[in-house]
C-alpha cells in the first residue's frame, strides 16, 4: 500500500510535538541551594551541608559552603528533607522540612553562631537522653527557684566560719544543701570548716562529695591535699596536689610546694627539694619555696653551695623576719662549712 509523504510528515510532526512537551519535565531538576554566614554577616567557607531525608536514613546527601558561603546541591530525589549545618568554631544548625521540587531550586540560608560544633541536635537524642535532658531542666528549674535562699543561707554560714564559729557556720550549710544538694563551693566551705573542728573525717567525707559534684574543681582538690598530709596520709595528699595541678597548670607552684611540705613531713628531704625546684620553675618568685629548698639541701656537703644561694634568694625576697634571721645564720654556717 502506498502513503502518502503528506501522511508521514503529519505523524513525525506529532512526534516531535510530544517530545516538546515531554521535555522540559525530564530536563527540569530537583534543587536546594543557600547560604551560610556567621553572627557577623560574614560567609563561612567550607561549612558541612548534610541533607538528610525525613523518611530514611539511608537517603542523605552532602556538599560544603565556597568561597562566599553559598551551597548549592542538584538531583534531589522528591521528599521532604532536614538540613543539617556544621562548620569549626559554630555551634549546630538545622531547618526543616524542605520538600524537593521541579518548580523552582529551593532557597534554605543559615546564620551560624560561635561555639562548639560537636553538640548534638534535638532530634540526635535518644529517648535516654531526652529524658535526662528533661530531668536536668526540672532540676535547673527548682534550683533557680531557691537560688536567692540558698544564696542567703550560704552568706550567713560564710560570716560565721570567718569569725570562727564553725558549728554554727555548718548548720547554715546543711540548710542550704537541703534545697540545693549539687553546690559544690558549699561543701568545700563545709569541708574547710569541719577540718577547722579537727572533724577530719567528716572533713574528707565532705570534699569528696564536693568533688563528685564538680571533679574538675583544681581548688577542691588543693585543699582535699591540705587535709590528707595533717592526717597524715601522705601518699593520698600528694596525689590530690598532683591531680590540682592538672586541672589548673596555673596553681602549679603552690601545689608542687605543698607536695615538697608533704614530702617534707614524709623525711623524703631530697624528693622534696625536687618538688620545691618545681615550684620555683613554676613561680621564680615563689619566696617560700627558697627557703625550704634550702633547708633541704643543707644537710649534705655537695648540696651545701646551692643551699647557701637559696638562702640568698630568700633574703632578697622574703618577708618573714623569722625565716629571714634564719637564713642569715644558716649561710653563716654553710659557708663555714664548705670552706672546711
Known amino acids: 500500500m502506498h502513503i502518502s509523504s503528506r501522511h508521514f510528515v503529519s505523524i513525525g510532526v506529532a512526534l516531535l510535538l510530544l517530545l516538546a512537551l515531554t521535555l522540559p519535565a525530564v530536563a527540569q531538576n ?49 521528599g521532604e528533607y532536614r538540613i543539617v549545618v556544621r562548620a569549626s568554631g559554630f555551634q549546630a544548625a538545622f531547618r526543616q522540612p524542605f520538600s524537593a521540587t521541579i518548580q523552582a531550586p529551593t532557597n534554605i540560608d543559615f546564620t551560624l553562631n560561635p561555639g562548639a560544633s560537636d553538640g548534638k541536635l534535638p532530634f540526635e537524642y535518644t529517648d535516654q537522653e531526652r529524658e535526662q535532658l528533661q ?8 534550683r533557680k527557684a531557691f537560688s536567692a535562699e540558698v544564696q542567703t543561707l550560704f552568706d550567713s554560714g560564710l560570716k560565721l566560719a570567718q569569725e570562727g564559729k564553725h558549728e554554727e557556720a555548718i548548720a547554715e550549710f546543711k540548710k542550704a544543701l537541703e534545697k540545693d544538694p549539687e553546690q559544690s563551693n558549699i561543701l568545700g566551705n563545709m569541708a574547710d570548716s569541719y577540718s577547722k573542728m579537727n572533724k577530719n573525717d567528716e572533713a574528707l567525707e565532705t570534699y569528696k562529695k564536693a568533688i563528685t559534684i564538680k571533679p574538675d574543681d583544681a581548688a577542691l582538690y588543693t585543699n582535699m ?21 592538672t586541672l589548673n597548670p596555673g596553681s602549679s607552684a603552690q601545689n608542687f610546694y605543698n607536695i615538697g611540705a608533704t614530702q617534707v613531713n614524709n623525711g623524703k628531704t631530697a624528693e622534696a627539694a625536687e618538688s620545691f ?12 619555696a627558697y627557703y625550704q629548698l634550702g633547708m633541704c639541701l643543707s644537710g649534705k656537703s655537695d648540696t651545701m653551695p646551692e643551699a647557701i644561694k637559696s638562702f640568698e634568694t630568700y633574703l632578697k625576697i622574703g618577708k618573714k623576719a623569722d625565716q629571714i634571721e634564719t637564713s642569715k645564720q644558716m649561710i653563716d654556717v654553710l659557708q663555714k662549712s664548705v670552706k672546711k
Open 135 to 142: 530531668k536536668d531542666l526540672e532540676k535547673a528549674e527548682k
Open 277 to 288: 625546684k618545681q615550684a620555683i620553675a613554676a613561680d621564680p618568685n615563689f619566696a617560700e
Open 225 to 245: 591535699g591540705v587535709l590528707l598530709s595533717k592526717m597524715g596520709k601522705n601518699t593520698e595528699s600528694q596525689e590530690a596536689f598532683k591531680k590540682a595541678t
Open 30 to 78: 530537583r534543587i536546594f541551594q543557600g547560604k551560610v554566614i556567621d553572627d557577623k554577616s560574614q560567609p563561612v567557607v567550607g561549612a558541612q551541608i548534610t541533607i538528610q531525608a525525613m523518611d530514611s536514613k539511608t537517603r542523605v546527601y552532602t556538599t560544603k559552603t565556597d568561597k562566599k558561603g553559598a551551597w548549592i546541591y542538584m538531583g534531589i530525589a522528591a
